[in-house]
């Protein structure tokens, strides 16, 4: 039975989802705490970035104690969270 073109794109679709799954189930997409380590770096310096750019500059933001203690307390929890499952 011939079928359309997006019937074949849905069956090739879920064959693709199934592959995923498959390697999830089997340990193979398992984020390693390097992984962690290097994605959760990049998402805080954007973060910390944006927190810079805001505020109008490092001189600015680094002038109250509170935000100071933040980006510490924040690179701490990175590295801590590498490390845990």
């Known amino acids: 039975m011939p ?3 997006g019937h074949r794109h849905l069956d090739l679709m879920d064959q693709d989802c199934s592959t995923v799954m ?3 189930r089997h340990g193979r997409l398992r984020m390693t705490p390097a992984r962690v ?3 959760s770096l990049v998402g805080a310096a954007v973060q910390l970035g944006l927190a810079v750019v805001a505020f109008g500059g490092w ?3 680094s ?3 509170a935000l100071i203690t933040l980006v510490l307390v924040t690179l701490g929890m990175i590295f801590v ?3 845990c499952n």
Do not use: N, Q, Y
Request: proline share 6%; glycine share 0%.
């Open 63 to 65: 002038s109250h104690p």
């Open 3 to 5: 079928t359309s073109l």
């Open 22 to 24: 498959e390697a999830a």
């Open 81 to 83: 969270a590498a490390f």
């Open 59 to 61: 001189t600015a933001l």
């Open 37 to 39: 380590l290097v994605l």
